[in-house]
């Protein structure tokens, strides 16, 4: 089953790394947070990746043709026509096409554009710059076990605020310093859709948010998967920061490898 992960936005929001690089090639631990998303689906037996780029996209292409290069010990033989020669290398099981959807291409035109690479019935999508422990065979189950076109992974994000809580006369009677869960529910990404759903997406100024789920699920066709264990999205340098600390101390809930 392909894997298509979304890797071709601005990234505006964590600028101070996006500047140079497309946020998915921000790095936790060393590796780019595209990396990290990668060997989570791999370690579920899902190899087989389709990116989506746009946004200095050619880092991304370089970073994947040089890959067994810098995953391996080499020799460089000088005195012999620079023979390379390489040690101990690893070698991931995956094959990826990388595909330059567009500078200014929205996410549903991103991935109507790589509709010829994509044989089967269904397909997951993913976005490039967030972390989940959701056990993906069991989301792969949910939406072959219900109806609808699209299934998204649903998440109850931590609160960002404290909370106040009134009575009538507006007295405080109480403070929840930012509540584990929020309240609503969102959009986390890691989604399985149907083929069918290329027919909806007009170009490459169609949203996949407004211009596709919404009305999907309007027609009773979008599914949501509640997943109530970690997901953390990297839209700014302290998210990032974030992530980074929980890899460096070994508790990072992603990584299965």
């Not at 972390?131 to 949910?142: T, Y």
Request: glycine content about 8%.
């Amino acid at each position: 089953m392909k894997v298509v992960i979304l890797a071709g936005g601005f990234g505006t929001r964590i600028s101070e790394e996006s500047y140079l690089k497309p946020k998915p090639m921000v790095e936790i631990g060393g590796r780019p947070i595209l990396w990290h998303i990668m060997k989570y689906y791999s370690s579920f037996g899902f190899d087989d990746f389709i990116i989506c780029l746009g946004y200095k996209g050619t880092v991304i292409k370089e970073y994947f043709s040089n890959y067994y290069l810098h995953a391996s010990d080499i020799t460089i033989d000088f005195r012999n026509n620079n023979t390379v020669t390489f040690h101990h290398n690893v070698a991931e099981p995956w094959r990826i096409t990388l595909v330059d959807t567009g500078l200014s291409t929205m996410t549903g035109g991103r991935i109507k554009r790589i509709a010829p690479y994509i044989e089967e019935d269904q397909f997951m999508v993913t976005y490039g710059d967030g972390l989940s422990d959701v056990n993906l065979h069991d989301l792969l189950s949910f939406h072959r076990n219900h109806s609808g076109s699209i299934t998204i992974t649903s998440v109850q994000p931590k609160g960002r605020f404290g909370v106040l809580n009134l009575d009538e006369n507006s007295k405080v009677e109480g403070f929840i310093e930012k509540p584990e869960k929020g309240g609503s529910w969102i959009n986390a990404g890691y989604m399985v859709m149907n083929r069918s759903i290329f027919d909806f997406i007009d170009g490459d100024q169609t949203e996949l948010e407004s211009n596709v789920l919404l009305p999907f699920s309007e027609q009773g066709q979008l599914f949501a998967y509640q997943h109530h264990g970690f997901w953390q999205p990297m839209d700014t340098v302290w998210e990032r920061n974030k992530l980074e600390t929980l890899f460096q101390s070994n508790e990072a809930p992603w990584v299965r490898w």
